[in-house]
């Protein structure tokens, strides 16, 4: 009788911690439901993309887990080789699971006018906040909480980012003390005094010299 045993050689990264994140949900109060689930979306993406950059954590998928089924599926069809039927039943679990909630995603223009030539200039204004846990699957347990928020004049896209940055690094400083440094919080581009007269000074002679056959 000859018998063919085959094994899967897992990743050794399934030795650290396992890290899963579910869909955010997205507060009732948000007016655009499509621009929630959005950002709820872009938001949970990013925060697993900052754990991921940290080499510290294993990655479980629990958004694609239909497709990854169909795929195991078709490895135990005829037309796949014996070898290929050792990835079957090595499924993991996840040590702890990423939940959140998007409370506030908005984002609007503000515009400002000038007095001395009624220049209009407009800016995007953008607020978002967000609840981020860290549940420990075998215990329930809490063992981690933040609320990253943002707003100022910048896209939301920037919000995003820095919300999704700020709390990235919350978890993994919790797992590993000051390993990475919060994020620098987005400024908001400020015009000074000198700005605001060569602007004025700049319209002013264009005005003159448009107007110069008038006279």
Known sequence: IQVTVTKYNANS???????????????SSINSARQAR??????????????????????????YMK??????????????????????????GT???????????DESVKTRKMETNGKVFSAKVSNVRVSVRVIDVATS??????????????????????????????IINTFHPNLMAPPKRPENKKTDLKQVGKFGN???????????NDW
Do not use: C, W
């Open 13 to 27: 990264t399934l030795n650290l911690p396992r890290f899963a994140v579910t869909d955010f949900r997205a507060s």
């Open 38 to 63: 959005k950002v709820a979306g872009t938001i949970s993406r990013q925060i697993m993309d900052s754990l991921g950059q940290s080499k510290k954590f294993a990655l479980i998928d629990r958004q």
């Open 67 to 92: 497709l990854t089924k169909a795929e195991l599926n078709l490895i135990q069809g005829e037309d796949f080789k014996l070898e290929e039927l050792a990835r079957l039943g090595n499924r993991v």
């Open 95 to 105: 040590d702890y699971l990423i939940v959140g909630t998007l409370l506030v995603a």
């Open 141 to 170: 347990q809490i063992v981690y909480s933040g609320e990253p928020s943002f707003s100022g004049e910048h896209s939301i896209e920037t919000a995003i980012e820095y919300v999704s940055k700020v709390a990235g690094a919350g």
């Open 202 to 212: 700049d319209a002013l002679n264009k005005l003159k010299e448009e107007s110069k």
